[in-house]
């Protein structure tokens, strides 16, 4: 069962039909736009169903012309005549009391009135069916052939531009496929007496990063090649045959380096390697669409660099001349595969040595890092042992009489200030220098990540020579610490029991 917009729509194409049929007009169609002039009377033109058209979004455009004397009403939703004289007097065709009462309309804007007084008068009547997409919930256009076949009244891009706007609503009605349907991935085209149909769908993820990556001209208003690729269809034939052109087309310009695109001409270049520039204003055959879908499909699978690279490389190596683009696909496909494995063999390699480097450099850092830090503490143990026994020769020496008690707490007060000498030095100096070489690895690790990944870092951070390494480190530290205490406490005593 048709819509109650579509059945409104189609209304208002008999009362637009009915009134070429008597006044001459050809029809201008494009996307969600018919466009057609007739000449008659102004009376011919009912301005009730002129109304009756406007209230369902059309427009409509009456401008009479007749003894030098042209005006324009312009009727527009909701129902709001515009009356405006373009040229010459009203007094050329009226006078008397008709004359009176049209100037007091127009000066009242009264544009309905002004109309129905000019009835008698010769006019043109522009009338414009409009659907808006958003309220119909579908697009339109009155026929097959003025969607395939835009001539200069658009182009291929345009059309699917329009079709594809953000948000995009699936569905096209053509006015004369009667009962035909077609289905693509991402819309359904289908006749008024077809019943509403549903795009057959595809993923959309893979594609739309593919068009955030490596679209950034022109390009990326354009629909993926797949949402419209015919998926099945009853008629419809020649559309099929144009979407098919289409999706061919456009599976090379989502493939393309660059890309120009303006009102006239739609031109693609490859610039990687060898330089190709290939025109699809009008459009490729339909021969080898699926391939170049494949190519397509393949290439988008993941935006990765690597990946893109082996395809322009792939074109540049297995496309002779721009004019051979579109016979291309399939190799293309198979050299850019091959290229990609030979890229990712390269790379898996340098990773894996980029890891074992990492980790050896680990070991070195732990072992050097472990080899400073016992340096330090067998320097500061020797120093605190020297000490010790230089406290304990004082006391001895006082103890024997060789030294009095005002020399000996003064020999003291210097072993005690070398201590704490040797201790500044081992925590200010020694220690975080042999800290400093553990550090600088892991930091220097974390800007490593364009060689490694977050887990290879992680893991290189958890090795046990790392962990073993600090652990000397603190073991060093408190060791020196403990050996500090044990002297200040010999030079108290000493201090103490010196007489």
Known sequence: MASPDLKSLRESLELVEEWRQRHGGAYVDRLNVSQVVMNGQAREFEIHRLKKLVRHDHRAAITVNSAGFVARVAIDPPGAFTAEILSGELVNVFSGAPLSSIETAYDQRRGEDFLRMCGDLQCSAEITLRVNPQTYSFNWIRTASSFTEPGTQGSWWDTLQGLFPSPAVPRLVVGDAGADWLTAGGIAIYGPSAGAHAASGYEAGPWQAY??????DDRRTLPAPVAIYPFEHQGLNTVGDFLARAAHALCWVWLATSGTVSAARFVIKFEAGAYLEKDFTQLPIGA????????????SASPDHMRRDAVEQAISVAVSSADAITGSARRVLNTAKRLLQLAQSGALAEALASRRAAIQ??????????????????????????????????????????????????????VAALAVITGVSAYTFEYPAAGHTLDSYVKDLDARGDALTDNDIRQIKDMESLKQARNDLTRAKINTGILLAGAFAVLVIGWIVVK
């Not at 080898?288 to 290439?299: F, M």
């Open 361 to 414: 450099a680990a070991v070195d850092a732990a072992g050097a890092s472990s080899e400073a830090a016992r340096g330090a503490a067998r320097s500061s143990s020797d120093r605190v042992f020297a000490e010790v026994a230089a406290g304990v020769g004082i006391i001895l020496s006082n103890n024997g009489s060789l030294i009095n008690a005002v020399v000996a707490h003064w020999l003291i007060i210097v």
């Open 288 to 299: 080898g669409v699926e391939d170049a879908i494949a190519l397509l499909q393949w290439s």
């Open 211 to 216: 068009r955030q990556t490596w679209l950034t």
